[in-house]
């Protein structure tokens, strides 16, 4: 296993062309198990392969530190598994990972509370598609939801405005950092390693030998690229398994991964969501999380309570073009969020909360998904990739790992481990 101290001093130094005949001068490494990426799913996946497999374990991260992409930008929701289509990955991760993660949280006393969600109609003609995802939801196995009339609704929170009304008990709020500073230190304690400012540009699957190589780089080297030359590694890695768990990089990164079979790399779509919070008011307004029916691309501007009761409303759908490989491999996005763009989230708040006043709504922050389905398509399910898709044996690629996946992050490391210990 490579060592920190190792991993800088290879990182140190004037980059080289990644060309086949200047591999020769440029450092080597074995490793067992790589993880690419520090997302909540990727820390989750090098906790499993740790913990329960006993592999020596190294994580790198482009960022200066773990949870920086979406992880960390995301509204923080338990999810139940009421919105995806039964026995898609999507419902089966979510479902098992709310319940390891509920445990997960009491065990660890990571904060969290289980405070419920309302779906809303807001108008008759909303109620067949709430009457639509209650189906799903007993298909998926949440057994606990209840149908209640706009008159109960308002009871259980005075300032909302509904006709009919989904209500989900088992859907809750947690601290995603300091669940993912719990899942890093078990990991850690376990022997395995994580490396922040280091990105992977590329890598190879070497048939005659039945090898895999990644192709690693200083984060500033990569930042500083010229655009011209070839992309360019520090060092060159040799682990016996990968999870590309590279969240926004994740299917850039497959792109640039030679052996593999690009037929298999599905497109990446970009869908920006911005959140407002809710100024002004002397009390919160509500103790539920509230949601409208989904729209194209989300589940649409929603009400989400932190544990600190205060509110906020988002993310819309922002679809994203022209997003370059090195820019999704460093999250070079931009993230502010226009103090204009709260026009646009009163008239849908006020569909289910009329009392929404002028002015009290301010610029939170915002957060991109990692899609794999576009504009007016069908919601695609999580794309787990193994040797039985790519033919490429200790390789596992995760795509469109967008919301559920903070839910369904214990549940998704499970199934990775799994496919890895056949």
């Known amino acids: 296993m490579m060592k920190p101290t190792k991993i800088l001093r290879a990182l140190v130094g004037k980059p080289r062309s990644l060309s086949t005949e200047r591999y020769k001068s440029v450092p080597k490494e074995a490793a067992d198990a790589v993880v690419i990426g520090a997302g909540v799913v990727g820390i989750a996946v090098a906790r499993e392969l740790a913990v329960k497999l006993g592999r020596e374990v190294l994580v790198l991260d482009s960022g200066p530190t773990f949870g920086t992409g979406s992880s960390s930008r995301n509204s923080e929701v338990i999810h139940a598994g009421i919105y995806y289509p039964p026995n898609s990955l999507k419902a089966l991760l979510c479902v098992k990972g709310r319940d390891l993660l509920y445990k997960y949280c009491k065990q660890h006393e990571i904060p969290h509370k289980q405070i419920g969600k309302l779906i809303v109609a807001t108008r008759s003609s909303e109620i067949p598609m709430l009457n639509s995802l209650m189906n799903r939801a007993v298909e998926n ?21 509904c006709t009919r009304a989904l209500l989900s008990p088992s859907s809750g709020i947690i601290d995603s950092h300091s669940f993912m500073l719990s899942l890093l230190g078990e990991a850690e304690n376990n022997g395995a390693t994580f490396s922040y400012n280091t990105t992977v540009i590329g890598g190879s699957y070497e048939e005659k030998d039945d090898t895999i ?16 030359s070839p992309l360019q590694p520090d060092l060159i890695l040799t682990p016996k398994l990968v999870v590309n768990s590279a969240g926004l990089g994740a299917l850039a990164l497959s792109r640039s991964f030679h052996g593999l079979n690009k037929g298999n790399i599905p497109k990446p779509y970009f869908a920006r969501g911005s959140y407002f919070t809710l100024s002004n008011v002397k009390s919160p307004p509500f103790r539920h999380l509230i949601y409208p029916i989904p729209e194209d691309g989300g589940l649409g501007v929603h009400v989400t309570v932190d544990l600190d009761g205060r509110v906020r409303f988002g993310p819309d759908v922002e679809w994203i073009d022209g997003v370059d490989d090195v820019s999704s491999f460093l999250n070079l996005f931009e ?28 610029p939170g922050y915002s957060g991109i998904r990692a899609k794999i389905s576009g504009p007016m398509q069908a919601s695609a399910d999580f794309l787990i990739q193994g040797e039985e898709t790519h033919g490429i044996t200790g390789l596992i690629n995760l795509f469109g790992i967008e919301s559920p996946g903070l839910t369904s992050s214990m549940a998704i490391a499970e199934y990775v481990a799994t496919k890895l210990s056949k």
């Open 141 to 161: 196995g949440v057994r606990d939801l209840r149908m209640i009339e706009g008159r109960e609704a308002t009871k259980i929170e005075p300032e909302l405005q």
């Open 213 to 228: 190589q990644l192709y690693v780089s200083e984060s500033e080297s990569l930042r500083n690229w010229d655009k011209e």
């Open 335 to 362: 993230y502010s969020v226009p103090g204009d763009g709260a026009n646009r989230f009163y008239p849908e708040i006020r569909k289910y909360y009329p009392g929404l006043k002028n002015g009290s709504l301010d």
